[in-house]
Each structure stands twice: as C-alpha cells, then as structure tokens.
C-alpha cells in the first residue's frame, strides 16, 4: 500500500521528476512501481533504463521487479554498464580491454612502493588511486583541482605514469569508461541511437552523482525528455570520489519545469531516532529543506558518547559490547557500524 507521496511518484510519468526521498522512505519500491506504470501506460519495457549506484543494487531491483511483475526487458543497470555499451558500439571495445583490479592495484603498489615513509602502505596507495579516480571525474584541471592528502608532484607523477601504463597495456580503466563515453555522446548520430533507445530514465542515488557521470545523464536525457532522478543529499558521502550533492540540487533550475515530490515517512526508524537524526542533520543549510516522519509508534533509545581521541572510542565500543555480553546478548546479535574511508 503506498501512501500519497509515493503515489505521486509513481504516476507522474512524464517529463522531469526530482523525488527527495528521506531514509526508509520506500524509493525503490517507488521505482519499481513507477517502472511498471510506465510500461501500462503503452512505453515498451525496452526503452526505460533503471540506473543504480552499485551492480549488487541493479539485480537486487532487477529481481525485486520481476518477482512482482514478472519477466520484462527494463535496462536495470549502473552507470558504467550503460557507459560499455555506449563506447562498445562507437569505438569497438570489449570486457577484455577494461583494466582488472589487481592489475590496477600491481601498478599503483609497484609504483609507490618507497616514496612514503608511512607503515600503512595499503591505505597510502588507495589515497592515490582514490584521487585520481576523484580528479578524472571531477571535470577539473590539474590547476583546479583539491589534492587532498596527496602530494601535489607525485599525484601528477603518479597520474602520468598511470596513463602511460593503460597505454602500453591497451586498456581503460571504469573512468575513462565514462569519459569516453561522454565524448562518444558529442556525435550527434550516436546521441540521438541513445536517446531513441532510452526513452524514459530513472536515476536511484542520485546525490552522489559527480560532473561527468550527469553530463552523460542530461545528454541521454535531452532538454525535454523523460527523467526521474530519486535521491538524498543529506545522505550524499562520497565526495571523495567527486560525487556532489550539489548536482541534485541544481537539478530544478537544469530543468525549471520539474516537478519535485518529497517523501518525507520513514518506515524504518523509530519516532525519537528519525527526530534527533532530523535535529542534527538540519545543522546542514546547503540542502533541501524537509520534514522527517516517523510511521511507528515507537520511541526507540539512542545514546550519544564523546571520545577525545581514537584509542578512547575504540576501548568505549569494546566496553559497550562487554556490557551487552554480560547481560546476556549473543555477540552475534552486535553490529558495529564505522563510518570511514579506511
């Protein structure tokens, strides 16, 4: 049973659509319901594509549709598999040119092997990989753009001789998947298969879309297509890899006819929870303003603890789990949550 903020999601079909949907507000059950609707409305399965953040999450909504509705050719997929097919059909590339992950990781662990005096060699050389990922999609120059814990002239060394490796190995990396793509897109022949192909869109997660990966997004999309981006920027976190939430707020005035549904009931946490998680988040004022509803009647507890330093949270959580233990609670029954890039 969907309530009338879902609903009216699910049937505004056409044109632009910003939904902001709070945490637990039911989003993909709003997307897989609107797919539907579109497809009963006479739009033939094949030309809506369904795009999510990770590939786990495409054949998790993949499969939640077609357990509901049955078998369909919807595109359920994440940007990097729609950006293959892009750049398969306009310059011929196959699986077997897109670099693996261990042969990313061989170059970057041979090549900045002994240039850091650090003992965690491992997180020295994914800071690097992770900012040169960030730089190639945040569409900024070397002089623009934030190094972040790099060094700005091994960031630059290690970028050169990185590209020079994928050159001499005859392979692109998941980045320059998108770039390519995007530049394929620039022919006007090429753009308008896709656009043809793709006549409806829906984006899931779209608070951590970055300049590229929306460039690709607006071009499928044209001016005055069908696109449907769902999201929260409260709940944007990988702006270390160039993601913006600020793309999903700029969303109304790319396309000032848009509508924008807010779905503001949480259906997983209880009143007190959803209130003070409302409180803190509302310190934030570049987002859009909305209201945090609880559907249960519960309060639900929390506690909040302060910690001066790393050794003291840790030793904290571990007395936490010891008291939850004493009381009789199967460790199995305890889940620590971290909230870090390490």
Known sequence: MLNEKQMEAVNTLKGQVLVVSCPGSGKTTVIVNRTKKIIDSGV?????????????????????????????????????????????????????????????????????RGKSDTDNVEEFVKTYMTAISAYKNSGKTIETFNYGECEKGLFIETLREYETFKNRMGKIDFDDMLLKCRDALKDERMLSYWKKRFSYIMIDEFQDTNEIQAEI??????????????????????????????????????????????????????????????????????????????????????????????????????????????????????????????
């Open 44 to 112: 033939p399965s094949e030309k809506i594509l369904v795009i999510t953040f990770t590939k786990e999450a495409a054949t998790q909504m993949k499969a939640r549709y077609e357990k509901l509705y049955g078998k369909s050719n919807v595109m359920f997929g994440t940007i990097h598999s729609i950006c293959f097919q892009v750049i398969k059909m306009a310059y011929g590339y196959e699986k077997n040119d897109i670099l693996l992950a261990t042969e990313q990781w061989e170059f970057f662990g041979k090549f900045l």
């Open 217 to 342: 997004f607006y071009k499928l999309a044209g001016a005055d297509g069908n696109i449907c981006v769902v999201g929260d920027d409260d709940q944007s976190i990988y702006r270390f890899r160039a993601a913006d939430s600020s793309i999903m707020m700029g969303f109304p005035q790319k396309y000032p006819n848009c509508k924008t549904i807010y779905m503001s009931t949480n259906y997983r946490s209880d009143k007190e929870i959803i209130k003070r998680a409302g409180m803190l988040i509302s310190n934030n004022t570049k987002r859009f303003k909305k209201d945090f509803l609880g559907s249960r009647e519960d309060a639900g507890r929390f506690a909040v603890t302060c910690a001066d330093t790393q050794e003291a949270q840790t030793i904290g959580v571990i007395k936490k789990i010891n008291e939850y233990a004493m009381k009789g609670s199967p460790l199995t029954e305890t889940a620590v949550l971290y909230r870090t890039n390490a």
